[in-house]
């Protein structure tokens, strides 16, 4: 199963980090390619629905899952599935995040724009929370 790792340091607490992370209607803020989030299944499935940029009409679910500084969200459609981690630093004055992202064989071909679309989220991400903190 092909997979990429990818990491920053944000210069901002855990907490500010994690109100961005943890909180699906926040991500059209620094998540790359996202045009608007739904709260909430879709037909039942998923935990909230993602609609991605310029694709207004194709629902995507997708589940979220927290845990110890870990949130890992899964998309129900691609299974594709993303696990962003969080580690205090200079006493919790900034944040390490680390994201490790699986794309089944079926996905393979999406491999570099994920790279890089999760890269340039990944440094909105250190951004938005800097910037909130």
């Not at 994690?18 to 209607?25: A, G, V």
């Amino acid at each position: 199963m092909p997979s990429f790792d990818d990491r920053t340091v944000a210069d901002a607490p855990v907490e500010e980090v994690w109100k961005l992370l943890y909180d699906p209607s926040r991500f059209t803020e620094w998540l790359e390619g996202v045009g608007s989030i739904e709260l909430g299944p879709h037909d039942g499935a998923g935990d909230y629905t993602l609609y991605p940029e310029g694709y207004p009409d194709f629902p995507m679910p997708q589940a979220l899952h927290a845990r110890d500084r870990t949130v890992v969200i899964s998309c129900l459609v691609s299974d594709l599935e993303f696990a962003w981690r969080l580690e205090p630093l200079d006493d919790d004055a900034r944040t390490a995040i680390a994201v490790h992202v699986q794309i089944p064989e079926a996905e393979a071909h999406r491999l570099d724009a994920q790279r890089a679309a999760i890269g340039a989220s990944l440094r909105r991400l250190a951004d938005v929370a800097a910037r909130g903190a």
